[in-house]
């Protein structure tokens, strides 16, 4: 099993629409959780940190379930902007990071 | 000013050559990572030097040999090239007591072996 995993996707929603990235992790004792943003052949970028109590920024709200190895990450209206692959990343406290292989977003006029 | 480098942007040669990367930070992190990510876009750890101490190595081919000569720089020797390396290649910093998730990625070497 994946350390870190995630539907690869593509998700193809149009502007305006709500889209939900799921993710699950195996290590019952990761400590912490993240959301990067990789764009098209560029690096990937923190988007956010992810807490239990939840958590959101603007239009992205992210949600972290313990009990169940499960993070979330919620983008209401989208943009084009938003298109990018969302990759769900895990702090498995060996002084690493654990990223799962992204979900691509694509939205469209 | 860009705040973790890397050089050369695009590499390709061919099996069985050498080649270094090499990586910069001036954001004043005191800790540096070289990632792999494949031709999934699987991106998956390979080294990381604390203040040019090596941390975690994450049983990659001893081909691979990382130098930190201080704790700005972190470079990648690579020997032997085979096919199967041909991926990108990014450079990260991170500052340790700020925890290791806030961690800055270079724009990547896409390297070829033909």
């Known amino acids: 099993r994946k350390e870190v995993e995630q539907d690869p996707g593509p998700f193809n929603v149009p502007e305006g629409a709500t889209v939900a990235f799921n993710c699950t992790y195996s290590n019952s004792a990761s400590q912490s959780f993240f959301w990067y943003r990789q764009d098209c052949r560029k690096e990937p970028k923190l988007l956010m940190s992810?807490?239990?109590s939840g958590n959101e920024d603007g239009r992205f709200t992210a949600q972290l379930n313990r009990a169940s190895q499960y993070i979330s990450l919620l983008i209401r209206d989208s943009k084009l902007s938003d298109s990018a692959t969302y990759l769900c990343v895990v702090n498995t406290g060996f002084q690493k990071l654990v990223f799962g292989t992204g979900t691509r977003l694509l939205v469209s006029p | 000013d860009t705040a973790v480098s890397q050089t050369p942007k695009y590499l390709v040669t061919q099996m069985g050559n050498d080649k270094s990367i090499k990586c910069e930070q001036n954001l004043g992190h005191d800790t540096m990572y070289w990632y792999k990510q494949d031709s999934k876009k699987f991106l998956k750890i390979m080294f990381s030097y604390n203040n040019k101490e090596l941390i975690i190595n994450e049983t990659v081919p001893n081909r691979f040999s990382p130098k930190s000569p201080d704790k700005a720089h972190l470079n990648l020797h690579i020997n032997s090239l085979e096919l199967g390396d041909s991926a990108v290649y990014f450079c990260?910093?991170?500052?340790?007591?700020?925890?290791?998730?806030?961690?800055?990625f270079g724009p990547g070497t896409r390297l070829t072996v033909t």
């Open positions: 990260a910093s991170s500052q340790r007591d700020r925890g290791i998730e806030e961690q800055y």
């Open positions: 992810v807490y239990s």
